[in-house]
């Protein structure tokens, strides 16, 4: 087996082991590692939450003295600097390790290829780009929070055959079945923020929080209410045992501090004004400040138009139910009539069923969108 085959099986390894980190890393990436001797695992690691020991630490750790002269494959470049945890460059260095397999740099300013550089300067062999695009989808929005200064957007609709999110009689029910409500759970767990309109909240007053545990335990995101006006009422569910941020425009700010001030879990911020709410790209910026790597959007179908229209999804979460609810149900999003270069164009990358109901994922193909900066 040449060394590509080799490297390339041990880095899925790898990357299998850094999936386990899914619910828990946050806001750090996920990140696994495998040490490789002889052409055999001699140990492994994943990076389980911020505080606690890197993937190669946990792995050089396992491997114990047969780390001398093997390889190491991580599904990240390792770390230089000294941040919760001692650098992983030194670690492995001090471990004898002869040759280091990664696939990509490390985004973070405080490493960005200090530590391929680091090990390189030790006489470390250092291969990088292995399972590069498997490795990255990993951790798609700690890239976004360092290459674009803003998290990973995912919206979420659910949605009737007929593309309608409600009955037109407003009345409150479910359109999609319990298997597509429980995936719901899933995402919001593995995000480290869940985002909603004040009209959501006026209609539905939903909790916007993870009921099941994720890996070990039950993380719960940070709830964003983007309320323009402070319209809310700070009884509504979502408000409901801390953990919230609201976001008002700068004339309502005195108006939502008193109405949340017998909230101590819920702060609330200003944003600028912007078309119909609040700067939906200043909300981002503010949100990859407070460590946001992926962003979970639930809204109703203005806000979900605001943020396509804006070019801002990187993600589209969509669940058909078989039903049909009728021409004057409100649609799946408020948008303009399209053209050809308007808004933001999507790719089906994904179709799977949960339950009766159908979920299709798409991805931004970023390079055609009209919205893109500079283009
Ligand atoms: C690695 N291996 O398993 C992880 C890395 O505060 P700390 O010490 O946990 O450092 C967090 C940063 O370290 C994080 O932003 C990212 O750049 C890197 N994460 N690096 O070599 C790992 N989790
Ligand atoms: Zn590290």
């Excluded at 009728?326 to 808004?343: F, K, M, N, R």
């Excluded at 933001?344 to 931004?364: N, P, S």
Aim: proline share 6%.
């Amino acid at each position: 087996m040449s060394a590509d085959v080799a490297d390339a099986d041990a880095m899925r390894r790898a990357i299998e082991l850094a999936a386990r980190g899914l619910f828990t890393t946050d806001p750090n990436p996920r990140v696994g590692c495998v040490i490789v001797r002889d052409g055999r695992i001699v140990g492994e690691g994943w990076h389980r939450r911020a505080g606690e020991p890197h993937a190669e630490v946990l792995a050089l750790g396992a491997a114990g003295a047969a780390a001398r002269g093997a390889t190491a494959v991580v599904t990240l470049e390792p770390c230089c600097h000294t941040g919760r945890t001692p650098p992983c460059a030194d670690a492995l260095i001090a471990a004898g390790v002869a040759r280091v397999v990664c696939a990509s740099q490390d985004p973070n300013p405080r490493v960005a290829g200090g530590g391929i550089a680091r090990l390189r300067a030790a006489g470390v062999e250092v291969v990088v780009g292995t399972g590069a695009r498997e490795a990255r989808v990993l951790n798609p929005g700690f890239f976004a929070r360092f290459e674009r200064g803003r998290p990973h957007v995912r919206l979420k609709l659910a949605a009737s055959l007929d593309a309608r999110t409600a009955f037109a009689d407003r009345r409150r029910a479910w359109i999609t079945g319990e298997a597509a409500r429980e995936d719901v759970q899933t995402w919001r767990a593995r995000s480290a923020a869940v985002l909603t309109g004040a009209g959501t909240v006026r209609s539905d007053d939903p909790r916007l929080d993870v009921r099941l545990a994720y890996g070990d335990r039950v993380r719960q995101p940070l709830r964003v209410v983007l309320d323009p006006q402070a319209s809310c009422a700070p009884t509504a569910r979502v408000f409901a045992g801390g953990g919230a941020l609201v976001f008002v425009a700068p004339e309502a700010l005195a108006a939502a501090h008193a109405a949340h001030a017998g909230s101590p879990g819920v702060r609330v911020e200003a944003l600028p004004r912007a078309a119909g709410g609040v700067d939906l790209e200043a909300a981002l910026a503010r949100l990859a400040a407070l460590e946001v790597n992926e962003l979970w959007v639930e809204c109703g179908p203005r806000l979900a138009g605001s943020w396509l229209e804006r070019g801002l999804v990187d993600e589209l979460i969509v669940y058909y139910a078989p039903r049909l609810l009728g021409a004057d149900a409100p649609p799946l999003a408020v948008l303009p009539a399209a053209d050809d270069s308007a808004g933001a164009h999507f790719e089906f990358i994904d179709a799977r069923f949960f339950g009766r109901d159908l979920r299709v994922i798409l991805t931004a193909r970023r390079e055609e969108s009209a919205c893109s900066p500079g283009s």
